[in-house]
């Protein structure tokens, strides 16, 4: 008896004494080894198309240097209608979205906390998707280079504004008592 209650008493303050604060073993509810540090957090990833000047471009390069050495080199295949590429890729914002995305996912799963298969995951589940949204025929970038010999850049132009922007802007236009004519009713100039 005098055991079992000595257990109980165990388990109690075991169950009751939360894990120090950034114990790797945490999640599992064990404590973490005394007198190690603990593991910093790492950095919170930020979509690229947030940054700013400096921070911006130096995520670009970067982004860049991956795209070019090791993305197209590796996974590139040839240019054609099928899968169109552009050399000034940098300038279309939702092609510098897409690879900034799979080059984070990239160096999620090359890590080795993500295991003997995470790159296979990266393959099945990233690469393949992102490369062909963004080399689809119809994609961002079919203006651009779809025959190598023949290199090619064009932005394709975005949709206006949607009407309930444009009627916002014109009703505002007509409070202050400037009254332009837009062109079609509900359009902005272009």
């Not at 008896?1 to 000595?6: G, R």
């Not at 109690?12 to 540090?37: E, K, M, R, T, V």
């Not at 590139?76 to 900034?100: F, I, M, N, R």
């Not at 394709?156 to 444009?166: A, C, K, V």
């Amino acid at each position: 008896m005098d055991l079992s209650a000595q257990h109980d008493r165990q388990i109690d303050s075991l169950a009751a004494a939360p894990p120090p604060p950034g114990s790797p073993f945490a999640a599992y509810g064990l404590p973490g080894f005394a007198g190690l540090p603990p593991a910093p957090a790492p950095p919170e990833p930020r979509p690229i198309l947030e940054l700013e000047d400096e921070e911006y471009e130096d995520e670009l390069d970067a982004l860049s240097d991956w795209v070019d050495d090791f993305l197209m080199r590796v996974y590139g295949a040839e240019v054609t209608t099928a899968a169109p590429w552009c050399e000034q890729w940098q300038e279309h914002a939702d092609v510098v979205a897409w690879l900034h995305a799979l080059w984070l996912a990239y160096q999620q799963h090359k890590d080795a906390e993500a295991g003997l298969s995470g790159l296979f995951v990266w393959h099945r589940d990233f690469l393949t998707h992102a490369m062909a949204t963004v080399r689809a025929p119809g994609g961002p970038l079919s203006a651009c280079m779809t025959d190598p010999d023949r290199p090619a850049h064009r932005l394709l132009p975005g949709p206006r504004p949607s009407n309930r922007t444009t009627t916002t802007a014109t009703e505002e236009t007509e409070e202050r008592g400037d009254h332009e004519e837009t062109g079609e009713p509900g359009q902005a100039d272009a």
